[in-house]
């Protein structure tokens, strides 16, 4: 059987339905509210989770302006101190058993990726399912093993890691006490541009590491989550806002829920597209076999006249003799006059 994890009353596997992560991150805007109507809006986009941050801007950093803390690359965040960025941009730890009480109650998941221990501890206490590590926290040994001693799940992204990174990450987890493990491809981009997506790697990640593979997604629209559930992702997390116009940190690469739903609906669609190996008919298509080609008689034929390729024709529908017998027949004579639009049978040919 394909490795699989459990999350709450979810089954996740390669021969289950994808599990869809709404990623709250910090489309909160700093207000409870809007964090609650998010999450309720992931419910009605048909997410099965939502997924929180657990951090403080000194908890993932330190105040400093110095140049190793200035934001630059090309980000959506650049010229920006870390510790500002990650103040405007954290989840008030006090909103988050609230937070989960709430999804409790509309039969969803919550579970948060930690930043550092104490977070782990904080999490703990609320009883979150799982433990999710960021890809930018992949190298952080001690944190994976911290989550890994819990327990629980531990869905682990790889943005930005070697396979070497990857490798020494999941052995790390599963030397701590780990026993499900799931792996997200990701690209630590932006947004991220479909081209630098490579959606390959995802079942590769199953076979190298034997666990469930899925995506963690930060391009826009829907294509790159569709395609990934064809290629056998497990899980999917993308970022969900009320409304992009609404700005924050993360809303530039984030869905609108019409949007999340419109991808959720997709990924199903997908789902029931792959279906299983088969060569026969299915149900819808019994009718349409009365329809492909078999042998006709197309003229006018005398008893005893030769059949040819001008009174015979391989045409549509089905209820003459299979094309296959065509050149059989040219050659043979009539057993009896056959009138035009008559389907050939082996009863009207002789010799």
């Given at each position: 059987m394909a490795p699989r994890i459990f999350i709450g009353e979810?089954?996740?596997g390669a021969d289950t339905p994808c599990y869809i992560v709404a990623e709250l991150s910090a489309n909160h805007n700093q207000s409870f509210d809007h964090a609650v109507r998010i999450i309720r809006a992931a419910k009605e986009a048909g997410a099965d989770a939502v997924k929180l941050q657990t951090y403080t801007a000194d908890t993932i950093t330190m105040r400093s302006d110095k140049e190793y803390f200035r934001i630059k690359g090309g980000t959506l965040w650049d010229g920006r101190i870390l510790h500002d960025l990650y103040q405007e941009a954290f989840t008030p730890w006090e909103w988050q058993p609230k937070l989960?009480?709430?999804?409790?109650e509309l039969g969803m998941d919550l579970f948060s990726s930690a930043f550092d221990d104490s977070a782990v501890d904080f999490l703990e206490r609320m009883n979150v399912p799982a433990h999710k590590v960021a890809s930018f926290e992949l190298v952080d040994i001690g944190l994976?093993?911290?989550?890994a001693r819990t327990g629980k799940p531990l869905i682990m992204s790889t943005g930005m890691a070697s396979a070497d990174e990857i490798s020494e990450a999941v052995g790390a987890a599963r030397e701590a006490g780990a026993t499900q493990i799931a792996l997200l491809k990701c690209t630590s981009a932006y947004p991220a541009p479909p081209e630098e997506a490579n959606l390959r790697t995802i079942p590769e990640l199953a076979r190298r590491f034997h666990c469930p593979a899925g995506l963690s997604d930060h391009t826009m629209g829907s294509a790159v989550p569709v395609v990934a559930v064809a290629l056998g992702a497990c899980?999917?997390?993308k970022h969900l806002?009320?409304?992009?116009?609404d700005g924050g940190p993360d809303g530039a690469f984030s869905l609108e829920p019409a949007e999340f739903k419109a991808m959720v609906e997709a990924v199903r669609e997908a789902e029931r597209s792959l279906g299983a190996i088969e060569f026969n008919s299915g149900p819808r298509e019994a009718n349409s076999r009365r329809f492909r080609r078999s042998l006709f008689v197309v003229e006018d034929v005398k008893k005893g006249e030769l059949f040819t390729k001008q009174n015979v024709r391989s045409i549509r529908p089905a209820d003459g003799l299979?094309?296959?017998?065509?050149?059989?027949?040219l050659g043979k004579r009539a057993a009896v006059a056959i009138e035009r639009g008559t389907p050939l049978s082996w009863a009207l040919v002789v010799g």
């Open positions: 979810h089954v996740i989960k009480e709430i999804a409790d994976i093993q911290k989550m899980i999917v997390e806002c009320l409304r992009r116009a299979h094309p296959r017998h065509f050149n059989e027949v």
